[in-house]
């Protein structure tokens, strides 16, 4: 598991920026719903309390900020991804209506009913008890595993209604999702070996069951306190093998897979502009540097255009990597 997960704190709005473009299989996002206010309330230990979850659920033009989050996913997502967004009637229009404008393929709008939700203390509506997921793509060809919904639905063809009940928090976050919805998107969206982003992490909830279903996982979060207990929560659950970073750097996709994607690919973050870059080809476990006359003759010249990944010299001592013995000597 060494290397496929890359955690990252800060605005998902500079980090989605810094994606390369077309990189990701699958985007599973949990967007703030801008329910915080000085006269919003909500439920806890069966009396109303203030509705505070943070500053970062109060937005001041929430439409905008889904227009470009959404559009930066876009162009994050691979030509077959898919785009998954987790939302109430507070914020699903405002989503809908984004996914509309920039022209995605709307392909599901999935129910999340969940038979134990908290109960209402006004008396003048009904019990909230739903979530919308909006499921999406750029076009109508797109990953979609079908055979594993009939597989997870007893045989039968899943429908666009979810029963799964909400389960208790394993972490403070007021907006923590059940491993097991996180679980059925995955299966339903992306294959082993597959690159999955969250770009609201939260406490990890996704990169967890990335993780343990054999996917890379690369995951933003705003908040300090949440994103220290990603960290804590994913390294705890992949035996500790998992290579985290912090630095706000342009993401490096290896994207070598096999034809049967055995394994998750490499994920590396570099900074060309102040560190140390070395290359690795998607064939080799060695690294060279860019001068490597062996390398050049080999490629025909040209490192990134002919598939080589650019990383730092102690990224690659970090992934196993050797050191070329005609430009390392």
């Avoid at 919805?181 to 990335?210: C, H, K, N, W, Y």
Wanted: positive net charge.
């Amino acid at each position: 598991m060494a290397g496929n997960i890359n955690l990252q704190q800060g605005d998902c709005l500079d980090l989605l920026k810094m994606t390369p473009p077309e990189s990701v299989d699958l985007i599973f996002a949990d967007p703030p719903y801008n329910l915080s206010g000085p006269t919003s309330l909500t439920c806890s230990g069966g009396r109303p309390v203030a509705c505070d979850k943070g500053k970062w659920d109060q937005i001041a033009d929430i439409d905008q900020f889904n227009l470009e989050w959404i559009r930066l996913c876009k162009n994050a997502l691979k030509p077959e991804g898919t785009l998954w967004i987790s939302g109430t009637l507070h914020n699903h229009p405002s989503v809908g209506q984004a996914l509309k404008q920039l022209r995605f393929w709307i392909i599901n709008d999935i129910i999340w009913y969940k038979p134990n939700a908290t109960p209402l203390l006004q008396r003048n509506r009904l019990a909230p008890s739903t979530e919308l997921i909006w499921l999406a793509a750029k076009s109508k060809h797109y990953y979609f595993d079908y055979v594993a919904a009939k597989e997870i639905n007893g045989g039968k063809q899943m429908r666009n209604l979810w029963t799964i009940p909400a389960q208790r928090h394993k972490t403070t976050h007021p907006t923590e999702k059940p491993e097991t919805l996180l679980e059925r998107i995955i299966q339903l969206g992306s294959r082993p070996g597959d690159i999955v982003l969250d770009p609201f992490m939260g406490s990890g909830t996704t990169g967890v069951v990335a993780a343990r279903l054999g996917r890379a996982f690369v995951g933003f979060e705003l908040d300090p306190e949440y994103y220290r207990m990603a960290v804590s929560r994913i390294a705890a659950s992949s035996d500790g093998s998992v290579v985290f970073t912090t630095d706000k750097m342009k993401l490096s996709v290896d994207k070598k897979l096999s034809a049967s994607r055995p394994t998750p690919p490499v994920l590396v973050v570099s900074d060309p502009a102040t560190q140390d870059i070395v290359y690795r080809t998607v064939s080799s476990s060695k690294y060279h540097r860019s001068e490597c006359s062996y390398m050049k003759n080999r490629l025909g010249g040209g490192y990134l255009k002919n598939g080589s990944i650019p990383l730092t010299r102690s990224e690659a001592i970090t992934l196993g990597l050797t050191p070329c013995n005609v430009c390392n000597p």
